[in-house]
């Protein structure tokens, strides 16, 4: 069956999409590069304001439509001259995968080797070099990367209400208790206190226009938008589910995730006397370090990782199925109609092609691939967080304040007025702005 069978299914269906190493890996590091309280704000007013209309505008056009981002433009529009977006919808998401996915096979190796005690006893130095050896050894990490791809691509095997739809109900309350849990370990350890009041006590001369726009891409990022992942889901939607409350319930979430993901990293970073600008080393490097002065190391760093595994998978699951569900109609009306089963042999092929070229280039092996100085990985993380999914979310906007007949709009008058204000003109004019900054 190509829908998902019940209401709570489809929140925590989407909710898993948001929730993932955005929240869990990009949020504490952002917060902790651009001042604590002030940016968690900022971070909260950008997804009310922007976030939340662009995540009810795409899983309007996927539940009006009934298709996923391959059919969605063309069925509302009428036409093919947005039929470019899909394509973008299509390149953005294997870029995503191509980084994520290495990312997500990190966290698989990490918890692995967490619950072989291997970390116990180690100090930052060695934890330093226990991760740049990892990350320099290609075949180890291209094992974990396809472990991640088979994985997801196990579950999109099935259809999405038996596949993604049961997954969800079963590996998202999990993830919730373990987050709190964790955040409430963590916040009651001595010094823990120091990194609350850096998370909580705003201190607005950090604010800068470029951290602004630095919210506003992480709250896109975490919200899953401008990629067709939420159009896909939408088009699954069944009919008696009130989109805007699926979509308020959804960024409530992903808001009170990335904070309780902040609750769990900073305070203990502060704790031991860490700088909490690592940067992305600081899940892999720092925080294992930090687990060594705990309670069991080894359970709390296992556990720790298994929760960023379910987050991440959760997320992967979905963005694949943007690519799973358009090769599936791309190819409908051919003469070689691809099944969704052969759809996801195709989208693994094409992703492990990706990772392993994404790898290589990280080990040094592909130089090719290094361009203006940054390797495959560092370019597909930054073209896809500053520039891909800003602008697809804007182009999205546009597509509906401006090209999909006002008839099709339902709900109040004066809703519908707020509605299409906020996409015709304010999403717009900061969206481009964003692109725009190097
Ligand atoms: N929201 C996911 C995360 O926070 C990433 C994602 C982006 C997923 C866009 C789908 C679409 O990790």
Redesign the pocket.
Known sequence: MKSFSSRIGVLLAAAG??????????FPYTVGENGGGAFIILYIICSIIFGLPLVMNEFMIGKLSGKSAYGAYRALSGNNRWQWLSWTNML??LF?LSF?FVVTGWCIYYMVEAALNTFDGMEAPQLTAFFNTFEGNAPVMLVYAIISIVLTASVLWFDVNKGIERLSKILMPILFIMLIVMAVHMVFMDGGTTGLRFLFEPDFSKITPKVILEAMGLS????????G??ITYGGYMPEDQNVAKTSVQMMVL?IIVSLLAGMIVLPAVFAYGFSPTEGPELTFVTLPEVFQHMFSPSLTSTAFFALMCV??IT??I??ME?MVAFVCEATADTKRPLNRHQSVIVVTLILVVANTLCILSMTGHADWLTIMGQNMFDNANDL?TNFL?PLGALAVAVFTGWFVPKARYQGSRMASCIYLILLRWVIPSPSSLYSSIP
Do not use: N, Q
């Open positions: 999409s948001a929730v993932g190493l955005g929240s869990i890996w990009k953005s998401s995503l994520y896109f990022f975490t919200l899953s938008l401008g990629i992942a939420l992903v987050a991440a997320s992967t979905s963005v943007v896809v999914i």
